[in-house]
């Protein structure tokens, strides 16, 4: 398998849990791993500001999801540096395509990618995608929807 990196991040990218809810989500993550390997790769992470949780090169495209314009990705890097620099205090976005007030966690990311202050990252899962039953029994754990990153570097 050539996963590299299985990440689940709030859906809010600005929540964070309390260390006993990412504990229990935490080891719940660990058991739905196949091998101990997978499992020494796990890692609970809490960040200060936002960080962008990059999915690399599987990212084909990024559109407006008010209109389906494709952004440039360049006027995207532009929008996610500026607002890197200061720290994040926000995400809203007006995009280029139809003018549209939104945020760039609401943009829509052909290869999944998200914002988060706290994720749960494996390194080499050594599995694919979690189920929707294992997602659920994660958000419940933690307190808050969880969104799922598979990256392939
Ligand atoms: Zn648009």
Redesign the pocket.
């Known amino acids: 398998m050539s996963d590299n990196y299985l990440t689940v991040i709030p859906t809010d990218p600005y929540w964070q849990p309390g260390e006993d809810a990412a504990e229990r989500a935490a080891d719940a993550l660990s058991r739905m791993l196949p091998d101990d390997d997978a499992r020494r790769g796990l890692e609970a992470k809490w960040h200060d500001g936002v960080e962008v949780v990059w999915c690399g090169s599987n990212l084909k495209r990024i559109?407006?999801?008010?209109?389906?314009?494709e952004?440039a990705p360049g006027w995207w890097a532009d929008a996610v540096t500026e607002r890197y620099d200061e720290g994040f205090p926000t995400l809203a976005v007006a995009?280029?395509?139809?003018?549209?007030g939104t945020s760039l966690d609401e943009l829509v990311y052909d290869w999944p990618m998200g914002f988060a202050r706290f994720r749960i990252e494996v390194l080499y899962p050594n599995r694919s995608w979690l189920t929707d039953a294992e997602l659920a029994a994660l958000t419940d754990l933690l307190g808050h929807p969880l969104r799922q990153i598979l990256i392939h570097v």
């Open positions: 559109s407006c999801p008010h209109c389906g314009a952004c995009v280029p395509c139809c003018g549209a």
